[in-house]
């Protein structure tokens, strides 16, 4: 079963050629696509002798994976943020998983890094509610069978919470599960805008989109959010941090 493994990146150059040798030591034989959503600090250059295909867009997380499907080959792909590290074994959960022919698609466990208890209660929280409401976003490493993903038309454009929409459009089409290897994440967002606010705020979107409050209503709110000045020492992560992406 060939995978292939999906990056969006945007001036990621202080991590990506780490992160890619990282990928390509954990899943040697996958097909590696980074998607470029307009970098302007040499991430294309240092991508290129790397990956297996390299290939750039307007910005925009949907937009860039939706094209990186569009190339690739697998028989699965997996999204995976640039920021990652990925557990050891995933490559073979994924295929094992979708030895069911029942299943979709699914996601990993998240735990983020480096390790606070606020990180660590909320992680725990987080892959409850991920088996309970089937609610999930990106970071957590979303794959998918290639016909179960086109089927819903890939990821869908909208201003937020595009990865939510799209794992619950999954869900349609067959079972998803979330594997029990962990995916880390970096915690640099909620370094920068705080760490016990934002994870607060982030629980709070996802009950109010769960609830189905409107995505335009809970962009307003998130843009609020990150338009809050994080702490001096912070300002440029800040800067770069795209927020709700977990």
């Known amino acids: 079963m ?17 992160f890619l040798r990282h990928l390509r030591g954990v899943a040697p034989e996958a097909e590696i696509i980074v998607v ?16 297996d295909y ?8 949907a937009k860039q994976m939706n094209a990186g499907t569009k190339i690739a080959t697998g028989e699965v792909f997996w999204f995976v943020h640039a920021d990652s590290r990925v557990a050891p074994n995933a490559l073979s959960a ?13 996601c990993f466990r998240l735990r983020i890094v480096p390790r606070r208890w606020i990180y660590f209660l909320r992680d725990a929280l987080g892959n409850v509610c991920v088996d309970l409401f089937r609610i999930a976003l990106g970071d957590r490493g979303f794959f998918a069978r290639r016909e179960n ?33 962990v995916i880390e994440t970096s915690a640099r ?27 335009k209503a809970l962009e307003k709110m998130v843009r609020w959010f990150s338009s809050r000045p994080p702490s001096p ?6 800067a770069s941090a795209t ?3 977990s």
């Not at 470029?36 to 240092?46: I, K, P």
């Not at 390299?54 to 997380?61: L, M, V």
């Not at 937020?160 to 290897?181: C, K, M, S």
């Not at 994870?199 to 189905?212: H, N, R, T, V």
Request: aromatic letters at 10%.
């Open 233 to 238: 020492g912070n300002a440029n992560i800040a």
């Open 94 to 106: 994924i295929i094992d998983a979708l030895r069911d022919g029942m299943v979709a698609g699914g």
């Open 36 to 51: 470029d959503g307009g970098s302007h600090d040499g991430t294309a250059e240092l991508c290129q002798h790397i990956a």
């Open 54 to 61: 390299f290939i750039t867009t307007p910005p925009g997380r």
């Open 243 to 245: 927020v709700l992406r």
């Open 2 to 18: 060939r995978v292939s493994i999906i990056v969006p990146v945007l001036n990621e150059a202080p991590i990506i050629v780490g």
């Open 149 to 181: 993903f086109f089927a819903v038309g890939g990821y869908p454009e909208c201003p937020l919470l595009e990865d939510a929409e799209f794992y619950r459009h999954l869900q349609t089409t067959g079972g998803v599960r979330q594997l029990r290897p």
């Open 189 to 215: 967002r909620y370094e920068a805008l705080g760490p016990f606010r934002t994870s607060i705020f982030y629980s709070f979107i996802m009950a109010l989109y769960w609830c189905g409050v409107p995505i």
